[in-house]
């Protein structure tokens, strides 16, 4: 049942000042993500410590003010002369939406993502007037009955990645709270452009799923994920306590013949015991092919030299590993978590570099995109935000209960979280067919060992 909201106030918000008016030029890396707005919300308890909780003029005011340094997320897209989206930086502004429920928190159940009951808690954009007709951001304020209050966001994907994403909202939330701007945004995007295009260049199969459409271009192509419509998918959300984490990845554990052993790290362990379940659930057969999909930051160590800490745009690149089913199912679990971990090795500042110039090479950038190809049977698509400060935000009232990524709208989908409690357990949020999720649940934690916590 979809949650009633009635719509309060609609407001677009433009920055508090002047701001430069010029054209950021998007990169290959941006345009092969997602043509949409990812959703999210925050999930605020009201604990009656503050009598102005959640007030929208404090939040408006904070987030004029914000767009300041963050100018182009007040801007609009625009085509070049080639017809290649660009940000016009021409002040427009964002969409704030104050709105109320008669429901309750507690009416949300386990927080899961966006589904049809909690739709309505982010902002829908009509992208039907073209790529210059809909801001960047979406914001909608929904006070509950008990005094909780939702913050639902939606931020388009070419600009953004989720770590500029969550340092744009971490810094709305210090400006709310009377703080100044710890990391200066920066958005030259020519540091992640191709260079002097090499003759040739190796094939990059993360980036050639996808067959291609002679009728694609920047400006139509939608993002169109499930082809069969008729299937019936369930999210589910398993929590894994630390202690079961640490049974997985013992059992991961890689013994050497001098006695030494090889310890995965977490993501490559859980992923892998995802995939292996995953495919076991659904009676793939064991000579199919499988890929598991997850992006990889291009931030920090991996490029040379580094990006700017503040640097503002997309800077994650497709990780891919592939198996053989059967091999999946009947080896140990270090098996699978040992092709994660030689992809995540090969990813360094060259296989990166080559990978951009691989990409401008394609005659369709949008053959490239992300689509239904990467996640949907016999495939997999894993997302880690286990190191984003999901739990963290706090603008003045006290930190989120609970922080909700994306809408899992489709089969193959799969997000790794923090819990709010941050006492190293982590969230699981995966979409599989109905006919199939049973089963998973089942395999998922009989190998961790334990019953699943509540």
């Not at 540091?191 to 694609?216: C, F, H, I, M, T």
């Not at 894994?240 to 890689?254: D, F, I």
């Not at 080559?354 to 053959?367: A, F, G, K, P």
């Not at 922080?403 to 982590?426: H, K, T, W």
Request: charged share 25%; hydrophobic share 35%; glycine share 6%.
């Amino acid at each position: 049942m979809m949650l009633p909201i009635n719509v309060k106030k609609t407001t677009i918000v433009k920055p508090a000042e002047k701001t430069p008016r010029q054209v950021i030029p998007l990169t290959n890396v941006d345009l092969v993500t997602k043509p949409e707005h990812n959703p999210c919300y925050y999930i605020f308890k009201n604990t009656g410590a503050h009598q102005n909780f959640f007030d929208a003029e404090v939040l408006k005011d904070a987030l004029r003010k914000v767009l300041v340094p963050f100018y182009p997320m007040a801007g609009r897209f625009r085509s070049d002369n080639n017809g290649r989206p660009e940000i016009d930086c021409n002040e427009e502004g964002v969409l704030f939406i104050e709105a109320e429920t008669t429901n309750v928190l507690d009416d949300l159940g386990d927080f899961a993502p966006l589904e049809k009951r909690t739709k309505k808690l982010v902002p829908t954009v009509d992208l039907s007037g073209g790529i210059s007709s809909f801001p960047f951001l979406v914001v909608q304020v929904t006070n509950f009955k008990c005094g909780g209050v939702s913050l639902g966001f939606g931020i388009h994907h070419f600009v953004v990645d989720g770590y500029s994403a969550f340092q744009f909202m971490d810094t709305w939330a210090d400006f709310a709270r009377g703080r100044g701007l710890a990391i200066p945004p920066y958005f030259d995007r020519t540091l992640l452009r191709s260079g002097n295009l090499p003759q040739s260049v190796p094939n990059r199969p993360e980036y050639q799923l996808q067959a291609p459409d002679k009728n694609a271009t920047p400006q139509n192509t939608k993002f169109h994920e499930s082809g069969d419509k008729t299937e019936s998918v369930k999210v589910s959300i398993l929590r894994v306590t630390k202690e079961q984490l640490h049974m997985l990845k013992e059992k991961a554990k890689e013994l050497y013949e001098d006695g030494n052993a090889f310890n995965y790290s977490t993501f490559e362990v859980l992923s892998a015991h995802i995939w292996k379940c995953a495919c076991i659930a659904r009676a793939t057969p064991d000579k199919e092919e499988t890929k598991l999909s997850y992006p990889v930051s291009g931030r920090f160590s991996r490029l040379q030299p580094p990006l700017p800490d503040g640097y503002f745009g997309n800077a994650i690149f497709r990780g891919l590993s592939t198996a053989v089913v059967g091999h999946l199912k009947s080896k140990p679990l270090s098996y699978a978590a040992n092709k994660s971990h030689e992809t995540l090795v090969r990813m360094d500042n060259d296989y990166i570099r080559s990978t951009i110039d691989y990409v401008e090479q394609q005659s369709q950038i949008l053959t490239a995109r992300y689509g239904p190809h990467i996640h949907k049977s016999p495939n997999l698509a894993i997302i880690s935000w286990v190191k984003f400060p999901t739990h963290d935000i706090d603008f003045g009232w006290g930190r989120t209960l609970h922080m909700v990524p994306g809408d899992l709208r489709f089969e193959g989908q799969a997000y790794i979280c923090r819990n709010a409690e941050n006492d190293g357990s982590l969230r699981i949020a995966i979409a599989l067919q109905s006919s199939h999720m049973k089963v998973f649940e089942e395999l998922f934690f009989t190998d961790c060992m334990v019953s699943q916590p509540k």
